[in-house]
């Protein structure tokens, strides 16, 4: 009996943590250069720009990231002191908080996207035909519901 990967799963698995690794140290590199501001920064400023009103609550900003909640947190922290974000109560449970994107943060993102994108397009989107970025569009989300469903299986009905 086989233990482990097979070649072609072990190529699979290995490459795509090889790539990622690589592809997110030279994305880091190149937004603190050129931006002065983390990965995990810009993913949050996205993240604020992509939905009405440049806000969203942190429960849900936590969700939607790479990040744990205490990582959000530090990162929303890190982006208030430098007035890129603003938390706001939740008027409506008063427990909850809003991170909102300021007017500094939205045009720090605008610069920062102007020169990441170009260079995303360049260290992996272009080396794809249409149809392979529409393949690997299709097997990201193929996985990323697999993982809900697997959350929402083990978080159970009664503990949501």
């Known amino acids: 009996m086989a233990i482990g990967f097979s070649g072609i799963e072990r190529d699979a698995w290995g490459g795509f943590l090889a790539t990622y690794s690589r592809v997110i ?5 190149d937004l603190m250069e ?3 501001i983390t990965h995990v ?3 949050v400023l996205l993240r604020l720009w992509s939905e009405p009103g440049h806000r969203l609550r942190m429960q849900d ?3 939607r990231s790479l990040l744990t909640r205490s990582g959000v947190s530090s990162a929303v922290e890190r982006l208030q002191r430098a007035g890129l974000v603003r938390r706001e109560g939740a008027r409506e ?8 994107l300021t007017d500094a943060g939205a045009t720090r993102f605008r610069a920062a996207a102007r020169a990441h994108v170009p260079l995303v397009r360049r260290v992996f989107l272009d080396l794809f035909t249409p149809d392979e970025l529409q393949a690997l569009a299709a ?6 519901q697999h993982l809900e469903q697997a959350q ?9």
Not at 25 to 29: I, Q, S
């Open 41 to 43: 920064e810009f993913e």
């Open 25 to 29: 140290r030279v994305v880091e590199a």
């Open 152 to 160: 929402a299986e083990r978080a159970g009905p009664d503990r949501d």
């Open 93 to 100: 449970d008063r427990r909850g908080a809003w991170a909102v």
């Open 61 to 63: 900003l936590a969700a």
């Open 34 to 36: 050129n931006s002065r």
């Open 139 to 144: 097997g990201w989300q193929r996985v990323e």
